[in-house]
Each structure stands twice: as structure tokens, then as C-alpha cells.
């Protein structure tokens, strides 16, 4: 049986035609017929979960597995207002989230009730499309409902896809569930034209005449680059190509961006690109943007499935609709076996080196320590990782050698950890999650969850304080910076995992460290696992500043 509201009936029924699969659901009063009939779907799973802020990074995670559409539904006032983080990382993540909102009738808003705010454009332009439903009293009022709901769904696929907000008002009285059936509702199907074939072609012919040719992969979703490991091969005997985990793990090792910059100061004019074809979103190397942005004489050519303007290094001359399959396909098939240009073996030099200093270099007791030996103890494991932001994913660029699932879209602290717990549970692969202390004390809601799964297992990296930004030159001189800015504290996660049955393993040395390693990489358990490795602040950033700098002096 489902809720006698027309709107409510009308917005499932296409839910389920469209294929969503996934709800998580937050509690409520208003949101009752909405909930009740999500879980009423035998083609919907639920997952409840209380904290809004967490649910929305939770549907995100659950979001990664597959690029599923995941459906996030609260009541009504603030609740809304506290999943825009999640909403604002999805948009530049491209994730498709469906936030549908509970509401008042238009005619209580800002008239002294309970838990009322006008909710129709509250995400603004953190997402693609905004709908508010009517509440249908007629045909043509239901054909309207039904046709801003398609509105809605077409744009979490359009193009790159991204996050839509339906907000829909519901009246009193909430709780009648007597309809027997959804409606058969009218699908509004969109077919796009997703590449524009003749100018990825030109693209590809003017790069194989480029003397300094080389490939950016900024983030991407992982399925973006299923199958072009031939291309990249191809691409990769002719041009540079820079990435990071965040965007492509063809290769077996790190590919060391920040300490290849580091090494060519000085020399790196001999080093910039005359022609780049820049494919994804974002990286996490301020040293890389800052370094391409003096390539002023470069054509640079941005693609992207929605044409959008990307002008990462104040750059660009091209922008072309395409995927990045059939870029990297053009480009690949017009450079096929010819030969590497000396620009690419200039490089490549330089990466050969960072890999053996990398390789050879041994950090002592720290958090570059646990992420080092996390990456390594896991290489030969059937698993995924989750990495948060800040120090937690720079020291996982170090190591990682397969893809990284990181909130990068906006970088943002919050939400990490709750990515991390959605991923788990829509995935049967270990996800080994790495983040740092504020990260995780801001989002230890993420473990107040029933969905919790045995498979997630987290290493929390403390230090005390947010370690990041002890690595900003001149930062340490303010007097505000250890208590204010890094925000200095004694918590621990001990509590927190005995609260929420979390299996809790503390590391305070190197043996600590590596037997804690190997319980999270080896046990067999039927609850989470969780290792906190308790470091000194100083010695971190003096062990990851000795690895950069000590690098550019040893290779040079």
C-alpha cells in the first residue's frame, strides 16, 4: 500500500522508472509518505540514517560504486539545509544525488510554524535543476507534476550528470496509506549527442604535429576509463601524460607530480608543453597548475562532455564536447607507433628518478609511515580505498598505486568518513578508508549508523591538529596558528568506537604501527575496524618536508 498524496505516488512511480535503487532516508514527520513508500518499492533499498549532513555524504558513497542515481529524502526546514555540502561536492563530482525535500503547503511558509523556510531553491546553484511540485488537484496539474519530476531526472544524467533538488509540499493530513498501486507514469527520455567526432578529430591531428605534446587526466569517475588502458599505452610510448590517482590508476606506481616540479625548478621552460589536451576535473597539485599556467604559448584544449568552459590555467583556446574515451581513442590512433618525442623521454627521465628515491626512501615513525605501509600491505588485496583531504590524500598521492576515491570537488573536511560508510555498503570489496583527526571528529556521526558494514576498515591518522597547516610557509609564525588555525585538541576515537561497535586498535610507535597494519589488512572481523596511529605534529611535517626537499637535493 502507498500514500493517498498525488505528488508523493506520481515522484515514486518514476523514481522506479527511471531505476533508482537506492534511497537513504532521514527521519521525519513531514517526509512520512515519502519514506513509506520508498521502502514500500521491492526495487528500492533504504538506508537510514539520522544526521542529514552525513546521509548526503552517505548517498554520495553509495553514489561511487556504480554512478547510480541514489535518491537522499528529508523533511522539511533545516533538514534540507544541512546536506548542501554533500550536494555542493556531487555537483563538481558529477554524482548523480536526487534530494527530494518535504514541505510545507506555499501558504505556511514564513508564517510562524514549525519547522518551515523557503525550500524550493535552498541548494541554489549547487544543483542542476530545482523543481517544486505542485499538489495536483486536476489532469493538468498532475501532467505538470509529472513533467517537473522528468525535468528533474533528465538533468542527473545530461551531459556529465550531477545532483537535482525536488521539493515537494505536502498537506495535512500526512499518514493515510490506503492506495494499492502507484501510477503508470509517462517517462520523458532525453537522447544527446555526446561528442562532436570532427573536432576531437582535428584535435587529434594537430596533436601528433605538436613537438612538446602531453595528456592531463584531472579526477574522473573510474568507469570514465574502463577499456582505454590501450589508448593510454599508446599515448603513453609518445607523449607526457600526467594524473594522479584521482583520475587513473593504468599505471602500476605513483606518478610523483609535485617531486618532478620540484626537481626542474629552474629548468622549466625546457619542460612546457607546446600543445596539452586536458580530460577530467580537478588535481590536487597546486605545484602543477602554478607550473602550466607560464605554458603561455601552448594551445590548450579542455574536454568535457558538457562544453563548460575549465580555464584551470588561464590558458585555454579550445573547449571540445566530447568524452574522454573518445579523445583518448583520436589521440591514440594518430600517434600509434610513432615514435617517443624527446620531450616525452626528458620526462620520463625525471619520473625514473622520483620512482627510486621514492622507492628507496624510508620515513621514520609517522603518518607518511602508516599511509606508506597501508598502500603497500594492501597492493596484492582485492580492495578500494577512500582517502580524505587535506594531508590524508597528498601522502596517499605518494603511495597509492591504484585509483583513489577522495572528495575533491570542493575539498572539503566534512562528509569524508560518511562517503567512506556509503561506499562500503554498496560494495563487497574491503574499503580501506585513510583520514585525519579533524576530518573524522567533525564527521564521527558517519559511525552513529545501523548500516555499518564489516568490510570498512579506517585508518585515523593523529597528530593533534590539522597537520596541513603546518606545511604553509609562514603559517607557524602567527600565535594563533596552534590553537586557533590547526585547531589543537586530545581527542581520541576510542570512545567513539565502543560506542557504535567499532573494532578499535591504537598504534603509538613503530611496532604498534605495523602490527596495527597488519590486524587491518589480515583479520577476518564481523564488526569495522578501526587503527589510530598517534603521531608528533612536528616530526610529521619534518619527515614529509625532508622527502620533498631532501628529493630535489639528491637527484640534482
Known sequence: MYSNKENVNILTALLVKWGVKHAVVCPGSRNAPIVHNLHACPDIECYPVTDERSAAFFALGVSQVEDDAVAVCVTSGSALLNVAPAVAEALYQHRKLIIISADRPAALIDQLQGQTLPQANALGPFV??????????????RWYCNRLINEALIETVRGEGGPVHINVPISEPLFDFSVESLPDERTIYMHQAVTDAEAVMAVAEDFKKAKRPMVLIGQTKPENLVECDDYLLALDEYAVILDEKLGNDMLTEPQYIDEMLLNIEGEEDDYLPDFIVYMGDTFVSKRLKEFLRKAKE???????????????????????QASIPDMLAALAATVYQKKATPF?????????????????????????MAVQDLCFGTSELDCEYQFANSMAVRLGLLYSAQYMFVNRGVNGIEGSLSTAVGFACAIDAVVFCVIGDLSFFYDQNALWNNNLTSNLRILLLNNGCGGIFRTLTGLKESAACETLVSASHQTTAEGICLENDVRYIAAHNEEELRDGIKELTTADSLVP???????DPEEDDRVYRDYFYGNKKQMN
Not at 627510486?356 to 609517522?366: I, N, Q
Open 344 to 368: 616525452q623521454r626528458k620526462w620520463s627521465m625525471v619520473a625514473d628518478q622520483c620512482y627510486d628515491r621514492s622507492f628507496k626512501y624510508e620515513p621514520s615513525y609517522s603518518q607518511m
Open 529 to 535: 575496524i578501526l587503527l589510530e596511529v598517534f603521531t
Open 298 to 320: 601552448a594551445r590548450v584544449v579542455v574536454v568535457n562532455l558538457d562544453g563548460a568552459v575549465r580555464d584551470v590555467f588561464m590558458n585555454a583556446t579550445d573547449v571540445v
Open 128 to 141: 542542476r535543476k530545482a523543481v517544486n511540485l505542485p499538489e495536483p488537484h486536476d489532469d493538468t496539474e
